[in-house]
Nanobody
């Protein structure tokens, strides 16, 4: 069982920045595809960004050029740097792990991910 713990959410003004972290408990973390999703009360959980085991990244069009996803395998952590935040980025952000061994395909479908964190709230005020 992989445990994922997100942190770094909070309240920020439009144009500001936040960095979310996702710490994993599994020692084989370096082999996983990791993803970030977000959800609002009115919308389904949507893909934000993902990173393959060897560092390849994929982003949703809505965050390209503003968000950067990275991973530190020694710390078993991924980081989602969010810049130039907009009110429409307000959501609960979830970290997820795809256990496919050394997967190079970063899926945007939430069904591809095996484990999820509890989420962290990001609120962007206008």
């Amino acid at each position: 069982q992989v445990q994922l713990v997100e942190s770094g959410g909070g309240l920020v003004q439009a144009g500001g920045s936040l960095r979310l972290s996702c710490a994993a408990s599994d020692r084989t973390f370096s082999n996983y595809v990791m993803g970030w999703f977000r959800q609002t009360p009115r919308n389904e959980r949507e893909f934000v960004a993902g990173i393959s085991w060897n560092g390849g990244t994929v982003y949703a069009d809505s965050v390209k050029g503003r968000f950067t996803l990275s991973r530190d395998d020694a710390k078993k952590t991924t980081y989602l740097q969010m810049n130039n935040l907009k009110p429409e980025d307000t959501a609960v952000y979830y970290c997820a792990a795809d256990q496919s061994f050394r997967g190079t395909i970063v899926a945007s479908s939430k069904g591809a991910y095996d484990y999820w964190g509890q989420g962290t709230q990001v609120t962007v005020s206008s």
